[in-house]
């Protein structure tokens, strides 16, 4: 595929908006010893709150044993607890624990970074512009069946290294 000078452009932008980021992620994924497609499923559970495990799956578009295995993982990371359904002792529900929540709020270190200064320096129909682009982007992307939320940040992180090493040797 050939690319205009526009489309390349506009790659090569994403793509160092996305370089910037990156290290924020990692240190905040590090810092509780997860990987960073385990912080995305903290961040989903987030929002959802406390729910069935095997909603939290569906809404991650995991397998039955992948979500048991990552919510064992950050049960042991101490971002997660299980608990016994109060109307239906046949469903485990899971929710963020205190740390968890702590991981949560730890987005104080995007939200102060060079990145986020540089966002919300633009002005409001700019950043306007910039959610609905960036949510269409994320809202095309297709169910990714049988990969786990590691896998698919392993993917990403190793297409974009691809992508900077590229811009670098070129």
């Known amino acids: 595929m050939t690319l ?7 790659l090569r932008a994403f793509v160092r908006a996305v370089a910037l980021v990156e290290p924020l992620q990692s240190e905040l994924a ?3 010893g997860i ?4 912080l995305y499923a903290v961040r989903t559970l987030a929002r959802l709150g406390e729910v069935p495990v095997s909603h939290y799956g569906a809404e991650l578009g995991l397998a039955r044993s992948t979500i048991t295995n990552l919510v064992d993982r950050l049960e042991r990371a101490g ?6 359904s109060p109307s239906d002792r046949r469903v485990t529900l899971v929710r963020l624990t205190e740390s968890g929540l702590e991981t949560m709020e730890a987005r104080t270190r995007f939200t102060e970074s060079d990145v986020a200064r540089g966002i919300l320096s633009l002005d409001a129909t700019d950043q306007a512009t910039l959610a609905e682009l960036l949510e269409r982007i994320v809202a095309t992307q297709p169910e990714q069946d049988g990969a786990t939320a590691s896998d698919t940040s392993d993917k990403s992180e ?5 992508a900077l090493e590229r811009k670098a040797a070129g």
Do not use: N
């Open 35 to 38: 990987s960073l497609g385990d």
């Open 158 to 162: 190793r297409a974009t290294v691809a």
């Open 30 to 32: 590090a810092s509780h």
């Open 79 to 84: 971002l997660v607890v299980r608990l016994a």
């Open 4 to 10: 205009s000078a526009s489309q390349r452009r506009t």
